[in-house]
Antibody, heavy 120, light 108 residues
């Protein structure tokens, strides 16, 4: 079955770069869209962006200047980088494989999430 | 950006009762690209419904979705103990994808 696992530092200092990796098993990256979503503690969900396996990406305009999503086909992984982080970036970060139906795509398979705290 | 507003914020019901959750969009959701997710404490969200009314694989038929345009509804016909959770709607019609703020279904 499709499994996704987020990994990366649990603590990042303000103004530094948050870097996370999503390792995918049970599915090739090919032919799918892959996304990142985050959830601040006790709050709702915020869509960060998605990438197609060929590398084309779309980002939330509220984060676009600080976010990069990329794919590594050789490792069957995709990654998230958020620069210049602040306390507002503290959240549970989820990666997901999207399912496409009728020409649009939504988040179907989710990882369990990884908590990233921004603090000095 | 399409803003989704869910109501009520909290729904207090007993097992066996019917739950009706609302999701209203600030503008029309093209082709009903609207999904519902369930999230239990400590777990990732799980998709229940997509395309406003299509159940995802393995989702029991007590869950149903309806609506179009700007008004959508998730109905749980008879609440089971495992259904008490937070429910989110999401539109995937436009970028950025947006989520509602969630409705908590709690035990009365």
């Amino acid at each position: 079955q499709v499994q996704l696992q987020e990994s990366g530092p649990g603590l990042v200092k303000p103004s530094e770069t948050l870097s996370l990796i999503c390792t995918v098993s049970g599915s090739s990256l090919s032919k799918y869209y892959w996304s990142w979503i985050r959830q601040p503690p006790g709050k709702g969900l915020e869509w960060i962006g998605y990438i197609y396996y060929t590398g084309g990406a779309q980002y939330n305009p509220s984060l676009e200047s600080r976010v990069t999503i990329s794919v590594d086909m050789s490792k069957n992984q995709f990654s998230l980088k958020v620069t210049s982080v602040t306390a507002a970036d503290t959240a549970l970060y989820y990666c997901a494989r999207m399912h496409c139906s009728n020409n649009s795509c939504f988040d179907y398979y989710w990882g369990q999430g990884t908590l990233v705290s921004v603090s000095s | 950006e399409i803003v989704l507003t869910q109501s009520p914020g909290t729904l207090s019901l007993s097992p066996g009762e019917r739950a009706t959750l609302s999701c209203r969009a600030s503008q029309s959701v093209h082709t009903n690209y609207l999904a519902w997710y369930q999230q239990k404490p400590g777990q990732a969200p799980r998709v229940l419904i997509y395309g406003a009314s299509t159940r995802a694989t393995g989702i029991p038929d007590r869950f149903s979705g309806s609506g179009s345009g700007t008004d959508f509804t998730l109905t749980i016909t008879r609440l089971e103990p495992e259904d008490f959770a937070v429910y989110y709607c999401q539109q995937y019609s436009t970028t950025p994808r947006t989520f509602g703020q969630g409705t908590r279904v709690e035990v009365k």
